[in-house]
Structures are given as C-alpha cells and as structure tokens.
C-alpha cells in the first residue's frame, strides 16, 4: 500500500493566529510518527505565514522517519534546503495571494531552469520532487529535469462534485502515475485528499506515496491527531 505522509502546515496556521507559541507543530510531527505516519511534510513558505525556520530547524532535528520540504524553486529556498537537509525537497508554484497551492508546477516551459535547480539539490544529498498537475505533457518534462519523483496533484479530482468529473480526472491521475512510473519516476499524489475520497487514489499501483494535510488536521482538531492519523492509514 502507499505510504502516508503528514503535512503538519496547518497546526502552525493555529499558533500563528495568535502569534504565539501553541499548538506546536513539533509535537504534532511526534505524535503523527508515533501513529504511524511514514513522512512529515512542511511547506516553508516565502511569506512565513504558517511553518517557521525555527519548525524546520526542530522538525529536522526531531522526525524520525522520513522529512520533506515544500517549496517555491527560488534562490532563497535553495539555499534554506541546503543548509536544512530534508530528505526530500518538493517543488511547489507559490503565490502570495493565494489560500493554498492551486495546481502544479509549470515544468514543460522551464526545463532548463529546473534541470540546473533540481542538480544542485541533488548534489546535497537531497532527493527531489515535482509538484505537477496530472498532464503528460508535464510528466514528460519532469523527466528531463531530473527529478526523482513527480507528485500528482490530486486537486481537480478532490474537488470533483459529478461523479462523471471524478471519474475523469482519476482516470487522468492513473494514466500519468502509469507514464512517470514508466519513465523510472517515483510516484506520489495528494492535495484535497480526506477520508471520503483517498481509497481510489490508494488503489493505483504506481502510487508509492500519498501526502494528506488539511483533512487529518482538521479531523485531529476534533478527536486528536493520533486517531485522526490511524484512520487515515486504516483507509488506505
């Protein structure tokens, strides 16, 4: 089965309401690992409006399976990776208006670019992913970056209220998880994931890995983040 890992975001989108120092999103990583998560996620983003380089700095020191760092393919990220040494890196389109990330990296027109980004943190030690919508075109060209994995972004089916829609963007995800795989990329998906609809995502072969935030978190908000992590996995 596909692992799970834990985006820890939106607890510190909690603490930072307040500007305080609770809920920390360490203890929340701890807890999540010790429920069986096989991952903790975190996104760095450039505004800082919910993770801290001080979270990174704790989450890298504390997670003992396996640390991944969301972020936007600039000069300042680069070099907070480098210096942090996640076990993966993915790379995420960011806006400073936006609510969460609305779709995937725009790989196919920036090949070059992402090559030459995707290497240097390679270089480091630092195994890197692409978050991408589930486009062939876009698989293709992860390709050529370099990346070791593609992270299908699962949004549009998440999001999906006809089941006819739904049908047709799972039907998208499987065929693009088939593609990467057969181009020797790893395979991961998430985004909009929750306990209604992961199973089908679950069920696709090529998918090593699902990374699920906003759903266990929100669940955790009402029957803790241990229940809330075990069901999940028990889903998938």
């Known amino acids: 089965m596909p692992g799970l890992s834990v985006n820890i975001d939106h ?11 609770e809920p920390d999103p360490i203890a929340a ?9 096989d991952g903790i996620i975190a996104h760095l983003r450039e505004d800082r409006r919910h993770i801290q380089d001080r979270d990174l700095r704790l ?10 760092l969301e972020m936007a ?14 076990n993966i890196a993915t790379l995420v389109p960011e806006k400073r208006e936006e609510l969460t990330t609305e779709g ?14 995707v290497a240097r943190l390679q270089e480091r030690g630092i195994v890197v992913s692409l978050f991408i919508d589930p486009d062939e075109k876009q698989i293709a060209a992860s390709k050529k970056t370099g990346t070791d994995w593609v992270e299908i972004h699962t949004g549009a089916y998440a999001n999906a209220l006809a089941a006819k829609a739904r049908e047709r963007e799972l ?13 020797g990329l790893r395979v991961g998906a998430g985004h909009g994931l929750n306990y209604m609809n992961v ?11 699902l990374n699920i935030g906003h759903s266990i978190i929100s669940r955790a908000a009402l029957i803790g983040i241990e229940r809330a992590v075990k069901e999940m996995k028990q889903l998938i």
């Open 59 to 68: 989450l890298r020191d504390i997670v003992q399976t396996k640390l991944n």
């Open 171 to 183: 039907l998208k995800i499987k065929e693009c998880a088939k593609l990467a795989a057969s181009l």
């Open 73 to 86: 393919a600039t000069e300042e990220m680069q070099r907070i990776a480098i210096e942090t040494k996640p």
């Open 104 to 117: 995937g990296l725009e790989v196919a027109s920036r090949v070059s670019f992402l090559k030459d980004y």
């Open 29 to 37: 990583a701890m807890i999540a690992e010790l429920a069986g998560a």
């Open 11 to 21: 607890i510190a989108t909690i603490r930072q309401a307040r500007q305080g120092v």
């Open 199 to 209: 199973r089908w995502i679950a069920r696709i072969p090529e998918v090593e890995e």
